[in-house]
C-alpha cells in the first residue's frame, strides 16, 4: 500500500509568521504546492486553493487584518467539489487498501443517496437548510485535514489559522499578491489539479477536464435582488455609464467584470442602459467612472440588511485597487468614447 505522509494535516493551529515576504517567496511556496513535491492523496490542495482565490472579495478585516471565513470558503468548496463528483464523475483521489473515495466524495455521495437528489441538480438548487448541513460535514472534514497540511506547504507566509476560531488571517503580504495573480494562480492550480485527476480517472473521464474544471464554479447567478436595491435604496433610474432615464430594458452591471471577480456585490454593481452594457461587455471603464462609483458608494446610506451585509467587504479605495489588479491581469479599458452621453 501506498503511504504518502502530509505533513501538516493534523495541525490545530499554525501562526502566520511576521516576516517581511516578497512576491518571490510567495511563488516558490504556490510552485510548491503545484509540483509533485508537494504529497497529494486527493484533490483537496487545489480545491482549497480555488476556494480562497474565489473568495478574496469576501474578505473583511478583523483586527486589522484580512481575514476569510471558513464557512465562505467551504461553502465554495462544496459546491465546486458537488459539481465534479456528482455532475462530471471525477474521482478525487486513488482508492487505496482503506477506502475506494476519499471523505467529501463520500459525504457528497451519501447526501445525494440520503436525500434521494436525483443527478444534474445544482448545488446551488438545493434547499437552504440541506446545504447548510452538507457545508458543515465538508467544513468539519475539511478543517481537520485540508487546512493544515496547505498551511504548511506554504510556511505560514500565506495565511494562519487557529481551528478554534471561524476564520482564516491572510499574511499583509499575502492579499495583495493574491489579488495581483489571481488569475495566473487559478491557472497553474487548474492545471496542477488536472494532472493529478489524469492519474486518478480513467480516460472516458478526462474528456474536456480543463472545462469540467473551470465550469464547476462559480456561475453567474439572478442579479434581479441587486437590480431591486439599486433602484430602491439606492435610485439608480439612470444608466450609470451614459446617464439616460432607465425606461424600458436595464442591465445590472458588473462594473469590475464578473469573469475578474468572480463574484457578486453591491459595491461593484451599476444600472446600465443596453447599448452601455454590450459596449462595456467584459472591459474596465475608464478612471472617471472609478472616481464615481467610489463617491457613491463611500456615501451610500445602507437601509436593509442585505446591503450592510453586501457592503461589509466594502473599503474606501477598494474599486480603484480592484481596477488596477484587473488591469494588470489583462482586461482593457473600454474605450473613452464609448461610455459618454
Ligand atoms: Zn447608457
Redesign the pocket.
Known amino acids: 500500500m501506498e503511504v504518502i505522509s502530509m505533513a501538516g494535516w493534523d495541525l490545530k493551529k499554525g501562526e502566520l509568521r511576521f516576516i517581511p515576504v516578497c512576491d518571490d517567496q510567495l511563488w516558490a511556496r504556490f510552485n510548491f504546492v503545484f509540483s509533485e513535491a508537494s504529497a497529494k492523496r486527493n484533490s483537496y490542495k487545489f480545491g482549497l486553493i480555488k476556494s480562497i482565490l474565489d473568495n478574496l472579495l469576501n474578505c473583511t478585516i478583523v483586527n486589522d487584518q484580512f481575514v476569510l471565513f471558513y464557512h465562505d470558503i467551504f461553502a465554495k468548496f462544496t459546491e465546486n467539489y458537488w459539481n465534479l463528483v456528482l455532475k462530471y464523475h471525477l474521482r478525487q483521489m486513488r482508492p487505496d487498501g482503506k477506502s475506494q473515495y476519499s471523505k467529501i466524495e463520500y459525504i457528497l455521495l451519501q447526501a445525494q443517496a440520503d436525500f434521494q437528489i436525483p443527478e444534474q441538480i445544482p448545488f446551488d438548487s438545493l434547499d437552504d437548510a440541506l446545504k447548510e448541513t452538507i457545508i458543515k460535514q465538508v467544513q468539519r472534514e475539511c478543517k481537520k485535514y485540508v487546512i493544515g497540511a496547505l498551511y504548511s506547504d506554504l510556511e505560514g507566509i500565506v495565511y494562519g489559522f487557529d481551528l478554534k476560531q471561524d476564520y482564516l488571517v491572510l499574511h499583509p503580504a499575502a492579499y495583495p499578491f493574491l489579488m495581483k495573480y489571481k488569475m495566473e494562480l487559478e491557472r497553474l492550480n487548474y492545471y496542477a489539479w488536472a494532472k493529478f485527476l489524469e492519474t486518478v480517472n480513467d480516460d472516458a473521464m478526462l474528456v474536456r477536464l480543463l472545462d469540467k474544471l473551470e465550469l464547476a464554479l462559480p456561475q453567474r447567478k439572478n442579479l434581479d435582488i441587486y437590480r431591486q436595491v439599486l433602484y430602491q435604496e439606492f435610485e439608480e433610474q439612470y444608466?450609470f455609464?451614459?446617464g439616460?432615464k432607465l425606461t424600458g430594458a436595464s442591465h445590472v452591471d458588473h462594473f469590475i467584470p464578473w469573469s475578474f471577480v468572480k463574484e457578486d456585490k453591491l459595491w461593484n454593481f451599476v444600472m446600465?442602459?443596453p447599448?452601455?452594457n454590450s459596449k462595456k461587455s467584459n472591459k474596465l471603464p475608464t478612471q472617471t467612472f472609478v472616481e464615481k462609483l467610489e463617491a457613491r458608494n463611500d456615501h451610500a446610506v445602507l437601509i436593509s440588511d442585505f446591503s450592510r451585509k453586501q457592503f461589509e467587504s466594502y473599503r474606501q479605495g477598494l474599486i480603484s485597487h480592484l481596477w488596477q489588479y484587473a488591469h494588470d491581469a489583462g482586461f482593457r479599458e473600454v474605450l473613452a468614447d464609448i461610455c459618454v452621453k
Open positions: 444608466c455609464y451614459c439616460k446600465s442602459c447599448s452601455c
